[in-house]
């Protein structure tokens, strides 16, 4: 099976008004309050897992470049009419702000499945009554979808796991002339002959996969963290959610659809953050860990489930950086590199790589394996890098320029520390094995791939493994530290 292209979307989304069997409803935009803290709230967990160990790194690397292709066209077009939208966000923005007197819950949260991708899993139940899926956690997206039912005959209508929206009876489709989907879901339709017609999408991979459907809202069902008997569950109303009635293409084929962390007024993030505490978290276990190894993504503020059992029961450091949550960057969460040192010596790399106002900048990508680092970075840390390395044997092996045969020496050398400072002091140093990494027995590669400049840097998933993420973003603040994870 070709690896899987998932979330390396290249959107172009058609008005094509597609049909569900499906009780229709009037789509109902929640107002909420501005938020402020108070006292510790429910929070909620999803039990992330790892990719496969066997999945091969030239795949991955395959659809990291699809991936990063996707994010930078993505990024130039939300650069292109963010100021159409800024007005009309801003004020959806502030109406999705959580309301302080609400009870705090949280979004129930199940254990992740285990498949081939770089990619990582969460379960998640929709649908009044219930139905679970597997779906992929990616920040990078602002849609999420499930594979769906409908009227049409579909590769999705033999799955045994899709969504059945005529089973529903909180599922309700978004009129193509509203709000919501004119300006939220991704990339306007180009058509809507008809008032009454649901909101239709036709999205199209980089590698000739789609996935083509109709968005609506349906309600999610959360499990609570510390809550005991009746009040263990509870229902997160109004998700919007894609029904993906059919599809073409092996990009799908790891998973059930994806769910939405990314910065968007729909994305489910930033709908189930405003529920608990503004802020949502992970936690990443190795990438090669074995599949009993879990984690959690949590909305609300971790506890102490979510940090792993190694990690010390206390809150996240104070270190932080600011959390850039800029329209030109949506639906990317974006932070400011102020320098990377390799072995304590800082690089020279141009202040204009990590500045978004010049088509540079970084974002955190939980859909991108490989870190992608813009020419000028890329050069300066894996030179620094490989001349740290220089005693032990170079060997070739696709997709990375610098591989080493680690098992040449009795006493291999110690791989240099690698350090990303972040505005704020706050410092990302990552264990060796997260950018020299395990490419097969007895070979170590510097895991790192080039990627275009002018262009955006990614810190994909691979980079963020085995620390706590806290995405504040109510207080647009990014927070880490080292953990374990797993437990």
């Known amino acids: 099976m070709a690896r899987v292209g998932l979330l390396v979307l290249a959107l172009a989304l058609a008005c094509a008004a597609v049909a569900v069997s499906a009780a229709g409803g ?55 009419s963010s100021s159409s939208h800024h007005g009309r966000r801003a004020a959806e923005a502030e109406a999705a702000a ?38 992929v956690a990616d920040t990078g997206s602002d849609l999420t979808w499930v594979k769906c039912r409908g009227a049409s005959s579909s590769p999705a209508g033999s799955s045994p796991r899709v969504f059945r929206p005529a089973d529903s009876r909180s599922w309700a ?47 999610a069902t959360v499990a609570l963290s510390g809550g005991t008997g009746n009040d263990k569950k509870a229902k997160l109303q109004e998700v919007v959610l894609g029904c993906t009635t059919s599809y073409d293409g092996e990009s799908f084929q790891a998973s059930d659809g994806v769910l939405s962390l990314g910065n968007s007024n729909i994305s489910f993030a930033s709908r189930a953050a405003a529920r608990f505490g503004g ?70 790399i141009p202040p204009a790589v990590w500045d978004v106002t010049m088509n540079g900048g970084a974002i955190l990508d939980s859909g991108t394996s490989l870190t992608i680092l813009a020419t000028p970075a890329y050069n300066a840390v894996v030179k620094a890098l490989s001349k740290q390395l220089a005693g032990v044997p170079r060997v070739t092996m696709d997709p990375f320029e610098y591989c080493y045969n680690w098992t ?17 002091s706050a410092r990302l140093e990552p264990p060796a094995k997260s950018y020299v990494i395990d490419a097969a027995p007895g070979v170590k590669c ?40 797993a437990h």
């Open 26 to 80: 009037a789509h109902r935009h929640q107002h909420r309050h501005k938020h402020r803290r108070g006292s510790r709230r429910s929070s909620a967990r999803l039990r992330l897992v790892p990719a496969a160990p066997d999945a091969s790194l030239a795949d991955r690397a395959h659809d990291d470049r699809h991936r990063h292709a996707y994010i930078s066209s993505k990024l130039a077009s939300s650069s292109t």
């Open 98 to 135: 959580p309301n302080p007197d609400s009870s705090a819950f949280a979004m129930p949260l199940t254990s992740g499945a285990y498949t081939g991708t770089g990619q990582y899993f969460v379960r998640l139940r929709v649908g009044t009554p219930a139905q679970p899926f597997v779906l």
């Open 173 to 219: 489709p978004i009129p193509c002339s509203s709000d919501t989907c004119t300006a939220f879901v991704p990339f306007s339709l180009a058509n809507c002959s008809s008032t009454a017609k649901p909101c239709a999408y036709d999205y199209r991979y980089k590698d000739n996969s789609s996935a083509r459907g109709v968005v609506g809202t349906d309600s």
């Open 279 to 348: 802020c949502f978290s992970y936690c990443l276990v190795d990438h090669l860990a074995p599949r009993n190894a879990t984690s959690y993504l949590t909305f609300g503020p971790p506890d102490d489930d979510s940090r792993g059992s190694a990690a010390p029961a206390a809150p996240l450091p104070s270190s932080r950086t600011p959390l850039l949550l800029d329209a030109r960057m949506a639906p990317f969460y974006a932070v400011t590199v102020d320098a990377v040192s390799v072995a304590g010596e800082a690089l020279a």
């Open 408 to 424: 040449a020496s009795s006493t291999p050398p110690a791989v240099p520390k690698l350090e990303v400072r972040f505005a704020g």
């Open 446 to 485: 510097i895991g790192l791939q080039e990627g275009a400049w002018p262009g955006v840097s990614v810190i994909g998933n691979i980079l963020q493994q085995e620390h706590l993420w806290e995405f504040d973003l109510a207080n647009r603040w990014l927070m880490f530290k080292q953990s374990r994870c």
